[in-house]
């Protein structure tokens, strides 16, 4: 099938854009003008180097298009209007672009479980019934591009995977909590016991693989995560176990100073100019008890099951550190 990629270059479009690959289908990726492309081989891959913005462009790369997966977008931004044109008016350009292909079939849009916003309690994690409160701009920014591919059931067959935490050989987000673990340390924020979903980059793409050009994941939404959810705690445990640390401390930041950190990077920022990595939205996520969601959707309509445990998917990540000399 011939299959477009965006944000291949990044850390979950990478691990797609593989798998598709031996599969093989003839995948494309769009690139921004100023994307890392040197991982990407030209001789397997088209890569097309678009401007989001630009619905011409973006209709002539996307001529011969059946499927769309959609990865790309913006995990920080100075406010809610930069969040929102990296991650929504960009999908609606997109859609709006192949509004008129006869030969589309499939628009797959990797969403976030801060679309929905964090549970209230352990036994009550979040479904694709749930009416969305994100908390975060982020958040905000993802549902309501999931809120347009919705409105355009008409005549298009999208399927939304919403995601929770990630991680995986690549990823660069959770590598910090492995370079502390490395040395002997784990992080914990507040407190009190905190849960999390959380899945293995391996088992994202099996979920895309599932609901691939699948009639019966058109126009639905589904939460794509791990079957159990983690304690934090739980985590830092098989962290130490990866590291073989007899030794391993946990270090507990309360939440008056997670947000005093925040408040003094985004003042900072703000000051030079920079887009914050760490700001208030952020100590809202990070001090949040229960990022959990139910993936029996998922379960029902094609089967999908966890197949990387949480033992097995950390000791995999700690060694592709390890090898690749990240650690």
């Not at 003008?33 to 989001?52: A, G, Q």
């Not at 209230?120 to 993802?142: A, H, L, R, V």
């Amino acid at each position: 099938m011939n299959i477009v990629i965006t944000g291949a270059t990044g850390f979950i479009g990478s691990h797609i854009k593989d798998k598709l690959l031996q599969e093989g289908h003839n995948v494309s990726v769009l690139v921004r003008k100023n994307s890392k492309t040197k991982d990407l081989d030209s001789e397997k891959l088209n890569v097309f180097e678009v401007d989001y913005s630009d619905k011409n462009t973006l209709t002539k790369a996307l001529e011969n298009c059946e499927i769309i997966i959609h990865c790309a977008g913006a995990l920080f931004g100075k406010n809610y209007d930069a969040l929102r044109k990296a991650n929504v008016e960009s999908t609606i350009n997109l859609v709006d672009s192949v509004k008129n292909n006869s030969n589309f079939k499939q628009f797959i849009f990797i969403s976030s479980l801060t679309a929905a916003g964090p549970s209230t309690s352990i036994d009550m994690p979040k479904n694709e019934s749930d009416f969305n409160s994100p908390i975060t701009n982020y958040g905000k920014s993802k549902a309501e591009a999931e809120d347009y591919i919705e409105n355009q059931k008409d005549w298009l067959n999208y399927t939304i995977l919403r995601l929770p935490a990630v991680y995986g050989p690549r990823d660069t987000a959770i590598f910090s909590l492995f370079k502390l673990a490395k040395v002997g340390f784990g992080s914990l924020i507040g407190f009190s016991t905190k849960y999390i979903s959380l899945i293995h980059s391996t088992d994202v793409v099996n979920g895309v693989s599932l609901v691939l050009n699948n009639e019966i994941c058109f126009k639905k939404k589904y939460f794509l995560s791990s079957d159990e959810y983690y304690s934090w705690q739980e985590v830092m445990s098989v962290m130490k176990k990866a590291f073989n640390k007899k030794v391993f401390i946990n270090l507990r930041l309360p939440h008056f100073l997670v947000y005093i950190i925040a408040y003094i990077n985004s003042f900072a920022s703000k000051i030079l100019g920079l887009t914050p990595i760490f700001d208030l939205d952020k100590a809202r996520d990070f001090t949040q008890k229960y990022w959990i969601c139910n993936n029996k959707a998922l379960k029902n309509d094609v089967n999908f099951t966890q197949s990387v445990s949480l033992e097995k998917g950390i000791l995999e990540t700690a060694n592709w550190y390890k090898e690749q000399k990240w650690l």
